[in-house]
């Protein structure tokens, strides 16, 4: 069965400052690796995916995230952050028997 | 172009009591998953629906039960609530996967805050 670790629980980023989110899965063969960002009380946004092909991939609001199979990484980045980019962000993978296995999560807070 | 829709936002009951939960996929979608995400959690898959049908089924009890509607809707239903079904309900939607092909891309909607008292 699949799984993901976010290793982070919370990461506090001053504005205009770079922000990386680390995620590492478990998986036998390739996998599918989403990220989704939520705003407090909100629904899950995807801000990318992979599925194949180029290991970066760029996502919407600036991000991009690169997938590394020898490290069974799929980190998420973003050169430089906005007020508006604090909240939750899961790492998530998907396989054969069509569910997500989403990892705890990462809370980022942007400080002025 | 409506995305994934949800009602009601939110719900309060007691425990024994029952719950449904309702699901309008994005435009063009044919499959709905539910998830369910306790406070300070990711969420949890509890079961698929695909042809009306549930497909695949997390690790939740039979009081977890759904259906899926020839207009692709969805309801989730919890029977016997305890204080610990309390949680935010996610319904996400995707065009398949179809027979023979692997996971696709799920969009979420807002969500159904479920407190148990």
């Known amino acids: 069965a699949q799984s993901v670790t976010q290793p982070d629980i919370h990461i506090t980023v001053s504005e205009g400052a770079s922000l990386e989110l680390r995620c590492n899965y478990s998986?036998?063969?390739?996998?599918?690796l989403f990220w989704y960002v939520q705003s407090p009380g909100q629904g899950l946004q995807l801000l990318l995916k992979y599925f194949s092909g180029d290991t970066l991939v760029q996502g919407i609001k600036g991000f991009e995230a690169e997938f590394k199979r020898s490290q069974s990484s799929f980190n998420l980045r973003k050169p430089s952050v906005h007020w508006s980019d604090a909240a939750e962000y899961f790492c998530?993978?998907?396989?054969?028997?069509?569910?997500?296995?989403f990892g705890a999560g990462t809370t980022v807070t942007v400080r002025a | 172009d409506a995305g994934v829709t949800q009602s009601p936002t939110h719900l309060i009951k007691t425990r024994g009591q029952q719950v449904t939960l309702r699901c309008s996929p994005k435009s063009g979608h044919d499959t709905v998953s539910w998830y369910q995400q306790a406070l300070g959690q990711g969420p949890q898959f509890i079961f698929q629906?695909?042809?009306?049908?549930?497909?695949q089924r997390g690790n939740f009890p039979d009081r977890f039960s759904g259906h899926q509607f020839p207009n692709y809707s969805s309801e989730l239903n919890v029977n016997a609530l305890l204080l610990g079904d309390s949680a935010l309900y996610l319904c996400?939607?995707?065009?398949?996967?179809?027979?023979?092909?692997?996971?696709?891309?799920?969009?979420f909607g807002p969500g159904t805050r479920l407190t148990v008292l």
């Open positions: 998530a993978v998907g396989a054969v028997d069509y569910k997500l296995s």
């Open positions: 629906y695909y042809e009306e049908e549930e497909r």
């Open positions: 996400a939607s995707s065009f398949g996967p179809h027979p023979g092909e692997l996971t696709d891309t799920q969009y």
């Open positions: 998986y036998g063969a390739t996998p599918y």
